[in-house]
C-alpha cells in the first residue's frame, strides 16, 4: 500500500513563518470543519501559491497547507440558516477555493468583511505560478518586440540621417555648380562672338537631376495629400453617402415587391372578376380604387433598375440625373394622392357587397400578403415620397457644397416635399375611414353603418351592460355581481353617428349583440337613472357599482323602443363615455336642424351663419383647411395659429367632439392651460367676443341685405361642398290672406338633464303669457296647447308640483281654461305687426298641461326639471306670444352645447308676427349669446376636467384657478338652475376622489416591500408571479402622463427631466429582464437552470393570457440576452414543448412589420391589458421626424396634433382599465428586489463560468 506524500517539515515551517512575516495576505478568516457543521477562526497568511493556516496569530508552527496551483477562487451565496442557528448570518461573506478534483473537498472559507473578502478573493486568485509564468512570457514576447521595433526605428533614422546629409551634399555641389555655370554665362552675354562652349551637355545634365528632384517631391507630396484626404472629414461624408445609397437601393427593392402584391394580388384578380357574368365590382370601381396603381408600379421598376446599374458602377455614384427621371412622373403620384380618400371610400362601399367582401378577404389570405389588408397595401405609396425625402436629407447632408450634384438634389428635394406635404395631409385625413374599416372587419356578422366614411370614431372601451328584468325594470341588484361582469362585459365603440355594442367571441372576433347598432340621433342620455325606492332599500349588492351606470333610451322610428343601461368601471371613465355620447348627439341634431334652415326659404332674421361664413372654409394667412369634415361638417383644421385655434374651441355656433379631444390633448404643446382657462372666463364674462369678429355681423345681418352683403359662397371645389353645422333655429314660410307671414320653428325641446326646459313655463291668471316686464302686452294673447303630457314615470320630480295640486284648484282649472282663448286683435295692432313682420317673428311657447299657473311675479322662463321628459307638441297655428324667435333659439343652443339632456326631440311650431322694436330683437340676441356662451364654457369644462383630470391633480394652482371661477359662475343671479347645478357637479368632480379606483398605487407596493427579505424565487409560483408582475407592469404603465408623449423629450438629453415616467416605465423594463437573467445564472446545476428558465416561459405564457404583452416582451428579451442565449448545453436539455411555446410568444411581439402581430393582439383583445411602450413611441417619433410642430409662418400643424392625439387616445384605453388582480405583497417585494441582481458585465461573466468558450 502506498505511504503518503512526505515533506520536508523543516523547510514547510521555515515557509510558513516566512509566510507569516512577509505574506501577500495575512489575517484571521473562519474555515468551516470537515463534517460541515462548524466554522473554526484560524490565522491564514498567503506566500506565493501556498496558503498556511495557524491557530492564532501568534503560533510559531502552521497547522496546514493548502498549495494553490490550479485552483479557482470565487464568492458564493450566503447558506440558507436552519431553524436551530443561532450565530446571526448577516454581515458575513463568504468564499470558496475548488481544486478541480472530483476527489477533492473545496475549501469553504468566510470574512465579517465585504471588501476583506474581496481582497482574499483576489489574493487567491492571482496566487498561481502557472499564470506568473505565462504573464512572464507574456512580457518578454511583448519586450522583445519593442527591442525589434527600436532597433528597426535606430537602423531607419540612421539611414534619413545619411540621406539627408548626402542630399545636403548634393545640393552644395549643385549650388556651386549653378553659381559657375551664372557665370560663365554672364560672360557669354557680354562677349557673343565668343562661340557656345562644350557646357551645354552639363547644362543638359542639370536639368535632368532637377527633373528628378521635381518629380520626387512631387510624389512625396502627392503621397501626403492622398492620406489627409483618406482621413479628412470629406472623405468620411462620402462613405457615410455610399451607405445612404445602399441602404436606399434595399429599401427600394422591398417597395417594388410591395407594388407587385398590390398589382399581381389585387388588381389583376380583380378585373378579370369584374369581366365576369356576375361580377361582384365592377371595372370603373376597380380603376376607382386602384388609380395608376400599376404605372407607379412600372415607373418604380424602372427606377430601381436605374438605381442598380448606378451602384453596379461603383464608387462613382451619380443620382441626381436619376431623380430628374423621377420628378416629370411626380403628377402621376399627385393624382394617385388625390385620388387616395376617394379610393378607401370606394372601397368600403364595395365591401357592402358580400360577395366582393368574400373574395377581398381570400385574395388577403394568400401567403404573400403575410396577413396584411388591402388597405395597407394602398397606403404604401403615401409613404414613399417621405421616404425619398429623408434619403435625399442624408445625402445632402453627406454632400458638400461644391459639389456637382448638389443643386440638382435640393432641387429633386423640394419638389418631392410639396407632393409630401399632399401626402401626409392625405394619409392623416383618411385615418378615420381605415380605422372603421378595421373595426368593420373585426365584427363577424359585419356593421354597414361603419362603412359611411363620414363617420368619425371617436372612442372605444369596454362596458357591463346591465340587462332589464321582464318588468322593464333595471335589475340594479345585480350591478356589484361577478357573474354580471362577465356575462354582461361589452366592447362598445362611439362613432359621431352610432353606437356599437359587441360581445368579444373566440379568436378576438367581435359579435353585435340584440340592439347593438344604436343610432344616436334616436337616443337619449340619463346621466343617473333612478330606480325605485323599493329596489334601493332591497338591494345592496350594487352598492359598489352606485354612480358608475348610466342609461340611453332608443326610439327608432320604425320599431319598438328599448332602453340600454351600460356601467363603466370608474367615475372618470363614466364621465369620459357620458360627455362624448351627450356631445356626439348634440352635434347630430343640430346639424338637423341647421340643414332645415338652409332647406325651407325664410326671409326672417336668421342668417346662414355657417355657409355665409367664409371663414369657415377659405383659407387664411392664420388657418389652413383639409377636405375633410368634421362630425360638425365643418372642414377639418388642418393648420392654424392659437389665436384661431381658441377661437374655434368657442365658437358658439359648433362645437366638434373630434377637435375638442384632439385640442384637449395637444394644447400643452402651442400654449398653457392659464391661457386655455383665461380664454373660457373671458368668453364668460364677456360672451360677445365668442363669436369671431368676422362672423359677427353675420350675426346681426337682416335676412333682407344678407345677400347684398355676401352674396354666394364662392363656388371652388371646397366651398361647393354641401356644409352643416350647429345652427340658430329652422324657420320656414307660409302665407295667410291677411299677409301676415306664419313661421315654422324647429326648436329641440330639451329637458332634464343638464340641458334647458321649456316645460316649466307658467301663465298668469288672466291667460297672458310674459317673458319680460319690459315687454310690452299684446292684447288678447293667449296659449292653446294641445296633447302635450308629462311622462308618468317621471313627474312627481318636476318641482312645481312640490306642493299639492289640491291646494290651489281654482288656478289649475282657470290656466286650463285660459290656454283655450283665440287671439283677436284690432286693425290698428294688425297695421302695426305687418310693418315690423319682416325683421321680428315669434312663437308661441308649449306648457305641460300638469304645469300650474303662477302669478306673473313667479314667472320663471327656464327651470330645472330633472328627470322630466316632453314627449310630443302638436303645431299651433294663428297663435301670438310676447317670446321671440330669438328666444327660441337661445334655447335650442343652450341645450345643444350644454351637458347631456334627459330626452331630446325635434319640434315644429309656428310663429306669428309680432311688433318687436330693433333693440329689443338686439336685446333678444344678446340674450342668446350670453346663454350660449355660458353653456359653452361649461361644457369645455366638463370635458377637461372628466378627461384630463391628470392636468388639475398635478397643477394646484389651475386647479384653484377653475374651482375659484366656477364658484363665481355659481354666485351668479342671473344664472339659470341647470347651469348652476352643472358648474356644482365639474366642482365635485374636481374635489372628491373617484371610489371606482380603488386599486392599489406603486407607491403603496414600494412602501410595502421595504424592509425584510424576499422569499426566494423557488417560493412562488408560476401563476402568483405572472400575476404580481401584471400588476406590477400596469401599476407602471398608468401613471404615465400624456403630455409626455409630444415631443420625443424620451430621446433628449433632459430625458430624465422632461419625460420622468416614461424613463421610469423604461428602467423597470430593463429591472425585470436583469432580474429573470440573474435567476438563470445563479445556478450552478443545469437541471436546475432548465427548471428555472422553463417556470419564466410559463410565466410569459400566463402574462399572455393575461394580456400583459409588456411582462412577454420582458421575458423573451432576457432570454434572447448573449449571456443566456450562449447556454447551448442548457439549451438542449429545454423541452421540446417550451421550446414551442417560446417560438410563438417572441413571433407575437417580434418588432417585424412595425409589431405587426402585437398590433393584431391588441386590436382582438378588450382591456385590461398592457402593451409593449415602446411600440408606441415608435409610432410618435416616426410622427415628429416627419412632421413639424409649426409651419414656416408660424402656424400650429394640427394635422400632427391629431394623429398623436388618435395614438394617445388608444394608450389611454389601456390605461384606464385596472386589473381586479389581488396585491401578495411577498411576491412584489420579490420582484422589486435588486440587492442580488447582476448587471450587464456580470451576467456574462457568470455565463462564461458555467460554460466556458470552447477553442476552435
Not at 537602423?155 to 545636403?168: F, S
Not at 378585373?271 to 376607382?288: E, L
Not at 404615465?1040 to 408623449?1045: A, C, L, R, T, V
Amino acid at each position: 500500500m502506498q505511504k503518503g506524500i512526505r515533506l520536508n517539515d523543516g523547510h514547510v515551517t521555515y515557509l510558513g513563518l516566512l509566510a507569516k512575516k512577509d505574506g501577500t495576505r495575512r489575517g484571521c478568516l473562519s474555515k468551516k470543519s470537515s463534517d460541515n457543521t462548524k466554522w473554526h477562526t484560524k490565522w491564514f497568511a498567503l506566500l506565493q501559491n501556498m496558503l498556511f493556516y495557524f491557530e492564532n496569530d501568534s503560533s510559531s508552527r502552521p497547522s496546514g497547507l493548502y498549495l494553490l496551483e490550479g485552483c479557482v477562487c470565487d464568492r458564493s451565496p450566503s447558506p440558507k440558516p436552519s431553524l436551530s442557528a443561532k450565530e446571526c448570518l448577516e454581515k458575513q461573506y463568504y468564499f470558496t477555493v475548488n481544486f478541480n478534483h472530483d476527489n477533492q473537498k473545496a475549501l469553504e472559507l468566510r470574512t465579517e468583511d465585504v471588501k476583506d473578502c474581496d481582497e482574499w478573493v483576489a489574493a487567491i486568485t492571482h496566487a498561481s505560478y502557472r499564470n506568473l509564468a505565462t504573464e512572464h512570457e507574456t512580457l518578454m514576447q511583448k519586450y522583445l518586440h519593442l527591442l525589434q521595433i527600436v532597433e528597426t526605428e535606430k537602423t531607419v533614422a540612421k539611414q534619413l540621417r545619411q540621406q539627408i546629409e548626402d542630399g545636403e551634399i548634393e545640393i552644395e555641389r549643385l549650388k556651386s555648380e549653378i553659381a559657375g555655370l551664372l557665370k560663365d554665362n554672364e560672360k557669354i552675354q557680354s562677349n557673343p562672338t565668343v562661340p557656345p562652349s562644350e557646357d551645354d551637355s552639363e547644362i543638359k545634365k542639370i536639368k535632368k537631376v532637377q527633373s528628378f528632384l521635381r518629380g520626387w517631391m512631387c510624389r512625396r507630396k502627392w503621397k501626403t495629400i492622398i492620406q489627409d484626404y483618406i482621413r479628412s472629414p470629406h472623405a468620411e461624408s462620402m462613405r457615410k453617402r455610399n451607405q445612404v445609397v445602399f441602404s436606399m437601393l434595399e429599401a427600394e427593392a422591398e417597395y417594388v415587391q410591395q407594388l407587385h402584391i398590390l398589382v399581381n394580388n389585387f388588381l389583376r384578380p380583380l378585373r378579370m372578376a369584374a369581366s365576369s357574368k356576375k361580377p361582384p365590382i365592377t371595372h370603373d370601381d376597380v380603376s376607382s380604387i386602384f388609380l395608376n396603381s400599376e404605372t407607379i408600379m412600372f415607373l418604380h421598376q424602372i427606377f430601381y433598375q436605374g438605381l442598380k446599374a448606378r451602384i453596379a458602377s461603383w464608387p462613382t455614384l451619380v443620382l441626381a440625373d436619376l431623380f430628374d427621371i423621377l420628378l416629370p412622373m411626380l403628377n402621376i403620384y399627385q393624382e394617385f394622392v388625390r385620388n387616395h380618400q376617394y379610393s378607401l371610400q370606394i372601397l368600403a362601399h364595395c365591401k357592402q357587397n358580400r360577395d366582393f367582401d368574400k373574395l377581398l378577404k381570400q385574395y388577403e389570405a394568400k401567403p404573400d400578403c403575410e396577413e396584411r389588408t388591402l388597405e395597407t397595401f394602398l397606403t404604401y405609396p403615401m409613404f414613399q415620397i417621405p421616404r425619398y425625402i429623408l434619403t435625399l436629407h442624408e445625402l445632402l447632408a453627406h454632400t458638400p457644397h461644391e459639389h456637382v450634384e448638389r443643386n440638382s438634389l435640393d432641387y429633386a428635394k423640394s419638389k418631392l416635399e410639396e407632393l409630401s406635404r399632399i401626402m401626409h395631409d392625405e394619409v392623416s385625413e383618411t385615418e378615420n375611414i381605415r380605422k372603421n374599416l378595421a373595426i368593420e372587419r373585426m365584427i363577424v356578422e359585419g356593421c354597414e353603418v361603419l362603412l359611411d366614411t363620414s363617420q368619425t370614431f371617436v372612442r372605444q372601451g369596454s362596458l357591463i351592460q346591465v340587462p332589464m328584468s321582464e318588468k322593464g325594470k333595471i335589475t340594479r341588484g345585480r350591478l356589484g355581481s361577478l357573474s354580471l361582469k362577465k356575462e354582461g362585459e361589452r366592447q362598445c365603440f362611439l362613432f359621431s353617428k352610432h353606437l356599437i355594442i359587441c360581445t368579444r367571441g373566440s379568436g378576438g372576433k367581435l359579435h353585435l349583440t340584440k340592439n347593438g347598432v344604436v343610432s344616436l340621433i334616436d337616443c337619449t342620455l340619463m346621466e343617473e337613472p333612478e330606480g325605485t325606492d323599493e329596489e334601493s332599500k332591497s338591494d345592496k349588492s350594487g352598492q359598489d357599482m352606485e354612480h358608475l351606470d348610466f342609461k340611453i333610451v332608443v326610439e327608432p322610428k320604425d320599431s319598438q323602443s328599448f332602453t340600454v343601461i351600460l356601467v363603466a368601471s370608474s367615475r372618470q371613465e363614466k364621465s369620459a363615455w357620458t360627455s362624448d355620447i351627450s356631445q356626439c348627439i348634440d352635434n347630430i341634431r343640430c346639424n338637423g336642424l341647421m340643414m332645415n334652415a338652409f332647406e325651407e326659404n325664410s326671409k326672417v332674421t336668421v342668417p346662414q351663419m355657417i355657409k355665409s361664413d367664409a371663414s369657415l372654409y377659405c383659407d387664411d394667412v392664420d388657418i389652413r383647411f383639409s377636405k375633410m369634415m368634421n362630425s360638425c361638417k365643418v372642414l377639418q383644421i388642418r393648420y392654424a395659429s392659437v389665436e384661431r385655434l381658441l377661437e374655434r374651441l368657442t365658437d358658439l355656433r359648433f362645437l366638434s367632439i373630434d377637435f375638442l379631444n384632439t385640442f384637449l390633448h395637444s394644447y400643452r404643446v402651442f400654449t398653457s392651460a392659464n391661457v386655455v382657462l383665461d380664454k373660457l372666463i373671458t368668453i364668460y364674462k364677456k360672451p360677445i367676443s365668442a363669436i369671431p369678429a368676422r362672423s359677427l355681423e353675420l350675426f346681426f345681418a337682416s335676412s333682407q341685405n344678407n345677400k347684398l352683403l355676401y352674396g354666394e359662397p364662392p363656388k371652388s371645389p371646397r366651398a361647393s361642398r354641401k356644409f352643416s353645422s350647429p345652427p340658430p333655429l329652422s324657420i320656414t314660410k307660409s302665407s295667410s290672406p291677411n299677409r301676415r307671414r306664419k313661421l315654422s320653428l324647429n326648436i329641440p325641446i330639451i329637458t332634464g338633464g343638464k340641458a334647458l326646459d321649456l316645460a316649466a313655463l307658467g301663465c298668469s291668471p288672466n291667460g297672458y303669457a310674459t317673458m319680460y316686464s319690459t315687454m310690452s302686452p299684446f292684447s288678447k294673447t293667449s296659449l292653446d296647447i294641445n296633447k302635450l303630457y308629462v311622462s308618468s314615470t317621471m313627474a312627481n320630480k318636476i318641482p312645481d308640483e312640490a306642493e299639492s295640486k289640491t291646494d290651489r284648484p281654482e288656478e289649475a282649472s282657470q290656466c286650463k281654461q285660459d290656454m283655450s282663448v283665440r287671439e283677436e286683435c284690432d286693425n290698428d295692432q294688425t297695421q302695426s305687426d305687418e310693418a315690423e313682420t319682416e325683421t321680428s317673428p315669434t312663437k308661441s311657447p308649449t306648457t305641460p298641461k300638469n304645469v300650474k299657473c303662477k302669478n306673473s311675479s313667479e314667472f320663471s322662463l327656464f327651470s330645472y326639471n330633472n328627470g322630466m321628459v316632453v314627449s310630443s307638441c302638436r303645431e299651433l297655428d294663428n297663435t301670438r306670444s310676447a317670446l321671440s324667435a330669438a328666444s327660441a333659439f337661445a334655447i335650442a343652443t343652450a341645450g345643444a352645447n350644454e351637458g347631456t339632456p334627459t330626452k331630446e326631440k325635434y319640434r315644429r311650431m309656428s310663429l306669428a308676427s309680432t311688433g318687436f322694436p330693433t333693440d329689443q330683437r338686439n336685446g333678444d340676441k344678446e340674450f342668446i349669446i350670453r346663454r350660449a356662451a355660458t353653456n359653452r364654457v361649461l361644457n369645455v369644462l366638463r370635458h377637461w376636467v372628466s378627461k384630463h383630470s391628470q392636468d388639475f391633480e398635478s397643477n394646484t394652482d389651475l386647479k384653484m384657478k377653475v374651482i375659484s371661477f366656477l364658484e363665481e359662475v355659481i354666485h351668479d343671479p342671473e344664472l339659470l338652475t341647470q347651469e348652476r347645478k352643472a358648474a356644482a357637479n365639474i366642482i365635485r368632480t374636481l374635489t372628491q376622489e373617484d371610489p371606482g379606483d380603488n386599486q392599489i398605487t406603486l407607491e403603496e407596493v414600494k412602501q410595502l416591500a421595504e424592509g425584510g427579505k424576499a422569499e426566494p424565487f423557488e417560493c412562488h409560483s408560476a401563476l402568483e408571479i405572472a400575476e404580481q408582475l401584471t400588476l406590477l407592469d400596469h401599476l407602471v404603465f398608468k401613471v404615465i402622463p400624456y403630455e409626455e408623449f409630444f415631443g420625443q423629450g424620451w430621446m433628449k438629453n433632459d430625458k430624465n427631466e422632461k419625460t420622468p415616467y416614461i424613463m421610469k416605465t423604461t428602467k423597470h423594463f430593463n429591472d425585470i429582464s436583469n432580474l429573470i437573467a440573474t435567476e438563470i445564472l445563479r445556478c450552478d446545476d443545469i437541471n436546475t437552470r432548465v427548471a428555472v428558465m422553463e417556470k419564466w416561459v410559463a410565466v410569459a405564457d400566463i402574462c399572455r393570457c393575461l394580456h400583459n404583452y409588456n411582462a412577454v416582451l420582458e421575458i423573451t428579451s432576457s432570454l434572447n440576452r448573449s449571456s443566456v442565449f450562449r447556454l447551448k448545453k442548457t439549451w438542449m436539455k429545454v423541452s421540446k414543448q417550451t421550446k414551442t411555446v417560446i417560438d410563438k410568444l417572441q413571433k407575437l411581439v417580434s418588432s417585424e412589420g412595425r409589431f405587426k402581430n402585437l398590433r393584431e393582439a391588441l386590436k382582438n383583445c378588450d382591456p385590461p391589458c398592457v402593451p409593449y411602450l415602446g411600440m408606441y413611441l415608435t409610432d410618435l417619433a416616426f410622427i415628429e421626424e416627419g412632421t413639424p410642430n409649426y409651419t414656416e409662418d408660424n402656424l400650429v400643424n394640427f394635422s400632427k396634433m391629431r394623429m398623436i392625439s388618435h395614438i394617445i387616445r388608444e394608450i389611454r384605453q389601456f390605461q384606464q382599465t385596472a386589473y381586479k388582480i389581488d396585491h401578495q405583497p411577498k411576491v412584489a417585494q420579490y420582484l422589486l428586489d435588486k440587492s442580488y441582481v447582476m448587471d450587464e458585465e456580470s451576467l456574462y461573466e457568470a455565463s462564461l463560468r458555467i460554460e466556458p468558450k470552447t477553442s476552435t
